[in-house]
């Protein structure tokens, strides 16, 4: 049952249509099931969101959708909850987590080719658990596989965070190479998205950030837009592309800012909503604070094709990238502060490795980037990542001492 449960964190976009939500909520499940006590800090960050929450109901004098106060509770508490379980965690467990996190890695590659080719079978199983995943590849749009997720670019995003959990812990220093240039030609070739193309290559980058490991990442890096050249028609590819025929600078941000969709946009304008409103908005108003954030940004909104495909060119509210734009929106300046230093508590104990394990750094720094500019902020994955590897090293440091 646990080991079940525990692949089901892996893969928050299974929801079997039960709800209409992307993220579907297993790690409360867990914590139903598994968690006895809560760290006082998750606790308090808990408090926060639910002081949060009863603001926006007071704001509105309950007036307001309160699903969408329900759905935001739950978006954060999701990862909090996923946090806690890692953290009750004892050393079996995590290393048998560990490896869970390894198998999903190469079922996911092989995945990824069998979506590649095309199955009707396949595209049948993956609509029942994920109504908006497929079997096929997205060539309509020019992009690659969803394995099992909504969309490439999340996908792409998930599985190199699933591949650091293996890098980081179980993967030979023999092999370390050959799966990074293998992981960039995977995202190139079969998930086919900007972003996490982009997103892998931070994360080889911060791999090699050290005088052997700068000789070899410009060979990585070579070899990722090699093969890239190969793949016309695919989307990452073809930005790029793109990208090198445009000489002005300002020509060259505005095409980015335009096909990010509302990526950009969000980061920017959350970001100063956030810093003038230093309280945030309020949890679950954001259909009319991210609005609000993109007027007060100064940002012609109406020149953003996202606008023109969504709402024929009105401005329409829509969820920030990453966890700490949303929050910024939600709880402002003050309130993500509170809740990063809170959070920066609960990992504490685990610190000490540090002194021995420099990769811990790498699983901390892409941790943060994912945060702060991909995804949705509700998922629990870069949570899983971050947290089994500072605890899995640290009970492997813990079991050298001892020798």
């Known amino acids: 049952m646990r080991t079940a449960l525990s692949i089901l964190l892996f893969f928050p976009s299974i929801t079997f249509g039960l709800l209409s939500a992307e993220i579907f909520p297993w790690a409360f499940l867990v914590s139903i099931v598994y968690i006895r006590t809560l760290n006082k800090n998750i606790f308090f960050i808990l408090v926060i969101f639910i002081t949060s929450s009863l603001y926006s109901l007071y704001q509105f004098s309950f007036n307001h959708n309160q699903i969408d106060l329900i759905r935001s509770l739950a978006t954060y508490a999701n990862v909090l909850f996923v946090s806690q379980y890692i953290l009750s965690l004892n050393e079996k467990q995590i290393f048998k987590l560990a490896r869970i996190g390894k198998f999903i890695f190469f079922f996911l590659v092989f995945l990824g080719f ?178 609000q954030a993109v007027i007060e940004s100064g940002f012609d909104y109406t020149s953003i094709r996202f606008f023109d495909v969504v709402s024929d060119g009105r401005l329409s509210p829509f969820r920030g990238p990453g966890l700490i734009s949303n929050l910024m929106l939600d709880i402002g300046i003050i309130g993500t502060s509170v809740v990063s230093l809170a959070f920066v508590k609960i990992i504490k104990p685990l610190k000490n490795f540090l002194r021995y394990e420099k990769f811990g750094h790498v699983a901390i720094l892409i941790f943060l980037i994912k945060i702060s500019i991909f995804g949705s902020p509700g998922n629990p994955i870069p949570f899983l990542m971050l947290l089994i590897i500072l605890k899995y090293q640290y009970f492997y440091n813990l079991s050298l001492r001892k020798v």
């Open 114 to 291: 069998l979506q590649s080719i095309g199955s009707l079978t396949i595209d049948s199983i993956i609509k029942l658990l994920i109504p908006r995943g497929s079997g096929f590849s997205l060539i309509e749009s020019a992009r690659g596989v969803t394995l099992l997720s909504t969309e490439p670019a999340r996908a792409g995003i998930e599985l190199t965070l699933i591949y650091c959990i293996y890098r980081l812990t179980l993967l030979k220093s023999s092999t370390f190479h050959i799966f990074d240039i293998l992981l960039i030609i995977f995202q190139i070739a079969v998930i086919k998205s900007t972003s996490s193309v982009f997103f892998s290559f931070i994360f080889i980058g911060l791999m090699y950030l050290s005088f052997r490991g700068l000789l070899i990442l410009p060979l990585i890096i070579a070899m990722g837009f090699y093969f890239l050249s190969f793949f016309e028609g695919n989307r990452a590819s073809d930005l790029v592309l793109a990208i090198a025929e445009l000489e002005d600078l300002s020509a060259v941000t505005f095409f980015i800012v335009n096909e990010s969709g509302n990526r950009l946009l969000g980061l920017y304008s959350f970001y100063k909503y956030g810093f003038y409103h230093p309280f945030g908005g309020g949890l679950g108003l954001w259909p009319e604070t991210s609005m």
